[in-house]
């Protein structure tokens, strides 16, 4: 492949007390892929999106995004500059409608402030009506255009989880971060959502996928990294990452990740 | 099904059309500006006269309470020194009107601007604490305040500032105790008017951005809201209310001291807020306006006041913990109707 890197992690260590949650990480998220970041529970995945989208320092190492270091940018920064994230545990803003939700993240790019839309200047008006349209866009994409007025937290656990992907997506983001947006789902549930993540890869997002589902992993991922006690061990293509023995025994070593 | 008031009043609302809901707020204000109509009727309060009472405590309460709502109900920032932008509101007044030599309504931006600074400078230093910590914090800061006017003669003192000059005869109002409807009416247009502006902002980007942060302030700014500058504005925009009601309440007792400005007042304050319902508009008003207007309608309820807002506050918070009118629970009807085709 010779697209560019969107993504690189340079040597990341995360220390929390005597626990290496990361321990000096390589990795590199090219532009228009699917890579799948997997590996046992506790293996520091969530800590490698904790760390790129700023909620932790890392203790060590580098984040080069389009080739800037993210070093010492506060996390609307890094959210503005273009990667958005999904959370593992839903997180909505359950009081919110589905349309709100995905509101409060466009306007991360909108110019009026609290003076703007308390006078209804133009251009506040105009970002609203914008913002409403590609919100809507959005929600019309994930497929849950339906939903778009009611809480958040009244819709059935499914759409919230495709709701926390629509939000990010609300940010107009490059590079998507989704924290294991299958989980609790059943196979066809998994399938549909399979395909709706290669749909978004494929109208121009960048995505780095948490996954538990070896065979969703295997079905759309164009590459796998693997992490196990916060040391990459495995950054391949599919295919090749499955046979590898190294990954094979960090599996077999840690059974109870069968969930 | 339970009844609800809220969603009862809100569904009448979101079935009406435009002219519909003109012809609501319409009779709503008409009806708010005829209350002094109920002098001498069951309403008429024994001990101070009815329509003094209409002003404060109920008028300059309840725009308190819209204000502070913004930052407690709206933005999830426990403010316990509220007071302190009254405070700077009054003695803007106090001070200005003797030395400048300027009126009421003059006093008024400027009062507002140094609420707003002070709000923008006490939202510097602590909003970048939490919870408890911000309470604490805040807290201090309205007791500084006072502590500070109370040591300083050059503002009074103990004694405070007396001689307050009445805003003058405005459109044909005068304005003075023979008038006291005036000062009725002038605070219940800024209280129109901060309603106003609270439900524009509500239903745009602030509002989403306060409710977004009350909610998770971690996944709000991950999401890339400015969860620093956004706070900011509810405290700034909570001082500006504050120090609206500061400027008129000055000008209207004609006397001001530090007494005045206790720590109890932001108490209150917070009170009607969560009696009513944090977070809705409807709720924080009829919290305010039943709170303050009951202790001076029942006579022996005004010297029991705090024992007995203790007392409502604990029932209330067992019985009902989102208040009379709890913050918005339901979907827009548009949303049934989408679902039904
Ligand atoms: N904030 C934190 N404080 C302390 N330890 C943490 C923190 N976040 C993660 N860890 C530890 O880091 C390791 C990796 O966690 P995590 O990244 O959540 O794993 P995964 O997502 O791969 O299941 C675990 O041992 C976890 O306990
Ligand atoms: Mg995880």
């Given amino acids: 492949m010779t697209n560019p890197v969107i993504l690189e992690l340079k040597d990341l260590t995360m220390q929390f007390g005597g626990v290496k949650a990361l321990n000096q990480v390589n990795l590199s998220v090219k532009k228009g892929e699917i890579l799948a970041l997997i590996g046992p529970n506790g293996a520091g995945k969530t800590t490698v999106f904790n760390v790129v989208t700023g909620v932790y320092k890392p203790t060590n190492g580098e984040i080069l995004f389009n080739g800037s270091s993210l070093k010492g940018k506060s996390r609307h920064r890094i959210t503005k500059s273009g990667i958005a994230r999904t959370f593992q545990n839903v997180r909505l803003f359950g009081d919110m409608t589905a349309l709100e939700n995905v509101l409060t993240a466009t306007d991360v790019h909108n110019k009026s402030g609290l003076m703007g839309a308390m006078f209804t200047s133009p251009r ?27 809480l958040a937290r009244n819709l059935p656990y499914g759409d919230q989880r495709r709701l926390e992907i629509a939000r990010a997506m609300g940010t107009n983001p490059q590079l998507l971060l989704l924290d294991e947006p299958a989980a609790g789902f059943n196979p066809s549930e998994k399938k549909a959502l399979g395909e709706l993540i290669v749909k978004i890869r494929n109208s121009g997002y960048t995505v780095l996928l948490i996954e538990h589902d070896m ?19 495995a950054d391949d293509l599919p295919k090749l990452v499955q046979d590898n023995p190294k990954v094979i025994e960090a599996y077999l070593g840690v059974p109870a990740d069968a969930s | 099904m339970t009844f609800n008031l809220r969603d009862y009043g809100a569904n009448i609302w979101a079935r009406a059309n435009k002219w ?41 309460y309840t725009l308190m309470a819209l204000g502070l709502n913004v930052v407690v109900g709206k933005s999830g920032l426990l403010d316990l020194g509220y007071v302190a932008f009254y405070a700077v509101g009054a003695y803007t007044a106090g001070l200005l009107g003797a030395s400048l030599k300027l009126n009421t309504w003059e006093v ?45 003669p050059a503002i009074g003192a103990s004694m405070g500032i007396t001689d307050i000059a009445n805003p003058p005869t405005t459109f044909g109002f005068k304005f003075d105790l023979d008038n006291p409807e005036s000062y009725y009416w002038t605070i219940l247009i800024i209280i129109i008017i901060t309603i106003m502006a609270i439900r524009i902002l509500s239903i745009r980007r602030p509002g989403r951005a306060w409710e977004a942060i009350r909610q998770d302030e971690d996944v709000a700014e991950l999401m890339g ?14 001082a500006a209310v504050g120090g609206a009601a500061g400027v008129l309440f ?92």
């Fill in chain 2, 20 to 60: 519909q809901r003109y012809l609501m707020a319409l009779v709503f204000i008409v009806a708010a500006f005829s209350l002094p109509l109920l002098e001498n009727t069951f309403f008429n309060t024994p001990n101070t006269p009815f329509v003094s009472v209409l002003f404060y405590p109920i008028g300059l």
């Fill in chain 1, 215 to 233: 065979s969703l992993v295997m079905d759309i991922s164009d590459r796998v990294a693997v992490l196990d006690f916060g040391e990459k061990i």
């Fill in chain 2, 225 to 238: 809201v400015n969860i620093y500058k956004y706070k900011l504005w509810a405290f700034v925009f909570g």
């Fill in chain 2, 250 to 341: 000055a000008s209207e007792s004609m006397f001001i001291s530090p007494n005045i400005f206790k720590l109890e007042v932001s108490i209150f304050i917070l009170a009607f807020v969560v009696f009513g319902g944090m977070g809705n508009i409807w709720g924080v008003i009829l919290g305010a306006v039943l709170l303050s207007y009951i202790p001076e309608r029942i006579r022996f309820l005004s010297d029991a006041r705090m024992l007995i807002f203790g007392l409502v506050l604990i029932i209330m918070m067992n019985l009902r913990p989102d208040g009379l009118l709890p913050r918005k629970k339901r979907e827009k009807i548009k949303s049934d109707k989408k679902d039904s085709k």
């Fill in chain 2, 108 to 152: 008024m931006p400027i009062g507002i601007a140094l609420a707003m600074l002070s709000g923008l400078i006490l939202g510097a230093a602590v909003l970048r604490l939490k919870g408890d910590y911000l309470a604490i914090v805040t807290l201090g800061f309205g007791e500084i305040i006072r502590i500070t006017a109370l040591n300083s």
């Fill in chain 1, 124 to 150: 506040s008006r105009r970002e609203e009506s914008a913002s409403r349209k590609k919100a809507q866009e959005i929600l019309e994409f994930i497929g849950i255009a339906n939903r778009s007025d009611q």
